[in-house]
């Protein structure tokens, strides 16, 4: 029998692989229909959807490796990491699906979402109040009028597959729908800023830097809180609160 690998899991989801085929376990129902419908209208290579038993999902495994993770190693050519900017942007380009998502939410409840985390932060004693203040002021640039794209919204370079320099496959799609470009152009690229411009090569458009670099502090700044409560570490090397610190 094939050993089961818990891929990630904390109180909201899981995912297990046995083999060729990854166990996506999620107690809200409604990010399974929003992944398997958006995979089945992104434009580019996503995992086949082998069967699926709620609350389980299965899907097949991709060929070729991640480009890395936040906080280790990135690896892959520059053409490995410019042909996923185009897929990116093949992925934008694409109609939009129905429904809002992760990279979609509106502004003012965007803006009133990060005051109050910043508070939290700093009531808390999570992190100095200084690198909270000065984060928060790099990430007003997010906080502007966008044109509404196709968006994975959560895409991690951990993500994305490659073998060679062809993207073989793009997974974890409970966060997509309409939302900003540049929220995915910039998760992607959080904390390997090394590689952000051969993604913009790839993607083939301007891209406005500041913004870019306003979505990193924005979203490690919501983030630092969630992962220390489901038992992560933002902490860590390379990390979110070294983003966020890289800013200062």
């Not at 992104?42 to 699926?52: F, G, I, K, M, Q």
């Not at 936040?70 to 990491?81: D, E, K, M, V, Y």
């Not at 993607?203 to 502090?217: E, F, K, N, P, Q």
């Given at each position: 029998?094939?050993?089961v690998?818990v891929?990630?899991?904390?109180?909201?989801?899981?995912?297990?692989?046995?083999?060729?085929?990854?166990?996506?376990?999620?107690?809200?129902?409604a990010?399974?229909?929003?992944?398997?419908?958006?995979?089945?209208?992104?434009?580019?290579?996503?995992?086949?959807?082998?069967?699926?038993?709620?609350?389980?999902?299965?899907?097949?495994?991709?060929?070729?490796?991640?480009?890395?993770?936040?906080?280790?190693?990135?690896?892959?050519?520059?053409?490995?990491?410019?042909?996923?900017?185009?897929?990116?942007r093949?992925?934008?380009?694409a109609?939009?699906?129905?429904?809002?998502?992760r990279?979609?939410?509106?502004?003012?409840?965007l803006?009133?979402?990060?005051?109050d985390e910043?508070?939290?932060?700093?009531?808390?004693?999570?992190?100095?109040?200084?690198?909270?203040?000065?984060?928060?002021?790099?990430?007003?640039?997010?906080l502007?009028?966008?044109?509404?794209?196709?968006?994975?919204?959560?895409?991690?370079?951990?993500?994305?597959?490659?073998?060679?320099d062809?993207?073989?496959?793009?997974?974890?799609w409970?966060?997509a729908?309409?939302g900003d470009?540049?929220?995915?152009?910039?998760?992607?690229?959080?904390?390997?800023?090394?590689h952000?411009?051969?993604?913009?090569a790839?993607?083939?458009?301007?891209?406005?830097?500041d913004v870019?670099?306003?979505?990193?502090s924005?979203?490690s700044?919501?983030?630092?809180?969630?992962l220390?409560?489901?038992?992560?570490?933002?902490?860590?090397?390379?990390?979110?609160?070294?983003?966020?610190?890289?800013?200062?």
């Amino acid at each position: 029998m094939d050993e089961v690998k818990v891929v990630v899991a904390h109180s909201e989801r899981a995912t297990l692989r046995v083999g060729d085929v990854f166990l996506k376990v999620d107690a809200d129902q409604a990010r399974i229909d929003v992944e398997v419908e958006a995979m089945s209208l992104a434009p580019v290579p996503t995992p086949e959807v082998l069967w699926r038993e709620p609350p389980v999902l299965a899907i097949a495994a991709l060929p070729g490796t991640t480009l890395g993770r936040l906080g280790g190693p990135s690896t892959g050519s520059p053409a490995a990491w410019a042909a996923a900017g185009a897929a990116i942007r093949k992925l934008h380009e694409a109609p939009l699906p129905p429904l809002p998502g992760r990279a979609g939410r509106s502004i003012v409840a965007l803006a009133a979402e990060l005051d109050d985390e910043c508070e939290l932060l700093v009531t808390n004693g999570v992190l100095p109040a200084d690198l909270v203040t000065r984060n928060r002021q790099v990430a007003e640039a997010a906080l502007r009028p966008w044109t509404p794209a196709f968006t994975h919204g959560d895409l991690q370079i951990a993500h994305v597959f490659v073998d060679g320099d062809e993207v073989t496959g793009i997974i974890d799609w409970s966060e997509a729908g309409q939302g900003d470009a540049l929220y995915d152009l910039a998760t992607f690229t959080l904390g390997h800023d090394e590689h952000l411009d051969d993604v913009i090569a790839g993607y083939g458009t301007d891209i406005d830097l500041d913004v870019i670099h306003a979505w990193w502090s924005l979203r490690s700044l919501l983030a630092v809180r969630w992962l220390i409560e489901h038992g992560f570490d933002p902490f860590a090397p390379g990390c979110e609160v070294d983003v966020l610190r890289s800013r200062m």
